[in-house]
Nanobody
């Protein structure tokens, strides 16, 4: 199983970014996917989740209305569209999949929101 995130960077408050997580090594369309983040000095936080079909999504209250999770099962990729970014969105963002009680993580991509 391999998960590779991309799309992070430095953005001003109010800006937007789209993160991608490319998956391989498993049948992507069979599994729900999750985006987490970890800010400096804080614990890991579940940001968004999406069902295997993409029909069902869930979000942390802190990002509802600003972030959108989606997936393309033909490309084995899950996305996180982030808009109206705030300083407190600064974190390392990682994708995760749970397969047979094992959690697999990507290395993450840094998102820094700063003026």
């Amino acid at each position: 199983v391999q998960l590779v995130e991309s799309g992070g960077g430095l953005v001003q408050p109010g800006g937007s970014l789209r993160l991608s997580c490319a998956a391989s090594g498993f049948t992507f369309s069979d599994y729900p996917m999750n985006w987490y983040r970890q800010a400096p000095g804080k614990g890991r936080e579940l940001v968004a989740a999406i069902s295997n079909t993409g029909r069902s999504t869930n979000y942390a209250d802190s990002v509802k209305g600003r972030f959108t999770i989606s997936r393309d099962n033909g490309k084995n990729t899950v996305y996180l569209q982030m808009t109206s970014l705030k300083l407190e969105d600064t974190a390392v963002y990682s994708c995760k999949v749970r397969i047979r009680w094992n959690d697999y993580w990507g290395r993450g991509t840094q998102v820094t929101v700063s003026s």
